[in-house]
């Protein structure tokens, strides 16, 4: 079975600052699909940036970018300039490319922008 | 185009009851999924439907059960519930059943089990 795990449960940073959030994973799998969600106070789960594994050019997405490396399983997000709205839980997920539609999440990330 | 919209946002329920939770897809998506998020925790699978069959379950006991309709909304029943059920339940909406990957979530319903 696949697992996620996020060894930072919570950082802090100034506002502008970058912020380097850290996840690895555990698959036998060769072809999968990795995430970034975002959770504000709001609830709603809100999709970062994808990276999926046969492509071994980083994904980035304005001030998000990740720092895939397929041979250490690990999955870094980094988010440039951050802003106040940055604020927020920040999950890592894994999914298969088969099978059901199921996403496998990190503990998660408590992400605190301070003015 | 609607976003995915869950209800209710809170409810309160006393063990050995039942709760049914509804969810509507994003206009378009034909694929549902249920998520349980304990507090502080991330979200864990319970199961997946597409076109009102279920394909895909998590490490979830029978009494959590599904349907999804024809117009692709869809109910999360629990029965007998625990106090351990206590947690947000994320309803997402995709395209369809192959796995490229986004995922669309409502804001979810917060249950308390008293």
């Known amino acids: 079975a696949q697992t996620v795990t996020q060894s930072q449960p919570e950082m802090s940073v100034q506002e502008a600052e970058t912020v380097t959030l850290s996840c690895t994973y555990d698959?036998?799998?060769?072809?999968?699909?990795l995430f970034w969600y975002k959770q504000p106070p709001s609830r709603q789960m809100i999709l970062v940036i994808r990276q999926e594994a046969y492509k071994q050019q980083n994904a980035t997405e304005n001030r998000f970018s990740v720092n895939f490396q397929k041979a250490a399983k690990s999955f870094s997000l980094k988010i440039s300039d951050s802003q106040l709205g940055d604020t927020a839980m920040y999950f890592c997920a894994f999914m298969n490319t088969w099978g059901a539609q199921k996403l496998v999440f990190g503990q998660g990330t408590r992400l605190t922008i301070n003015p | 185009e609607t976003g995915v919209t869950q209800s209710p946002t809170h409810l309160i329920k006393t063990r050995g009851q039942q709760v049914t939770l509804r969810c509507s897809s994003q206009s378009g998506h034909n694929t549902v999924s249920w998520y349980q998020q304990a507090l502080g925790q991330g979200p864990q699978f319970i199961f997946q439907?597409?076109?009102?069959?279920?394909?895909g379950r998590g490490n979830f006991p029978p009494r959590f059960s599904g349907l999804q309709f024809p117009n692709y909304s869809s109910e999360l029943n629990v029965n007998a519930l625990e106090l351990d059920d206590s947690a947000l339940y994320l309803c997402?909406?995709?395209?369809?059943?192959?796995?490229?990957?986004?995922?669309?979530f409502g804001e979810g319903s917060r249950l308390t089990v008293l």
């Open positions: 439907y597409y076109r009102e069959e279920e394909n």
């Open positions: 698959t036998s799998e060769n072809n999968y699909y």
């Open positions: 997402a909406s995709s395209w369809d059943r192959q796995n490229t990957g986004e995922l669309f």
